[in-house]
């Protein structure tokens, strides 16, 4: 049985930063591409960054370009986000998602119906 928990969450101000963790256990991890996405009140589930099976090649939302960074340990079966200069609208429950798709196009990352299996999501809070 897969599961992915994540942790790191919290309430933090306008500028600040977090570091969201999620373990996976019950798959291959280093087979997957690992991901990670947020949802706001009434929002739809959006992409926010992906990080491919070998950790060579990650991919952003144009909205958190240079301020997230997604990194992931195969050994430690783990992928983190790091989040700087936080901003209000970052405001979301964040959710890390594994996908085992194999990888045609870049365009496949974004896709949040490319991942099979997901946690159960933490809250991430920016004050303004």
């Known amino acids: 049985q897969v599961q992915l928990v994540e942790s790191g969450g919290g309430l933090v101000q306008a500028g600040g930063s977090l570091r969201l963790s999620c373990t996976a256990s019950g798959l291959t991890f280093s087979s997957y591409v690992m991901g990670w996405f947020h949802q706001a009140p009434g929002k739809e589930r959006e992409f926010v960054a992906a990080i491919s099976k070998s950790g060579g090649s990650t991919y952003y939302a144009d909205s958190v370009k240079g301020r997230f960074a997604i990194s992931r340990d195969n050994a430690k079966i783990t992928v983190s986000l790091q989040m700087n200069s936080l901003k209000p609208e970052d405001t979301a429950v964040y959710y890390c998602?594994?996908?085992?798709?194999?990888?045609?196009?870049?365009?496949?990352?974004?896709?949040?119906?490319?991942?099979?299996?997901w946690g159960q999501g933490t809250q991430v809070t920016v004050s303004s």
């Open positions: 998602a594994a996908g085992s798709f194999t990888t045609y196009s870049s365009v496949y990352y974004y896709d949040p119906l490319r991942y099979h299996h």
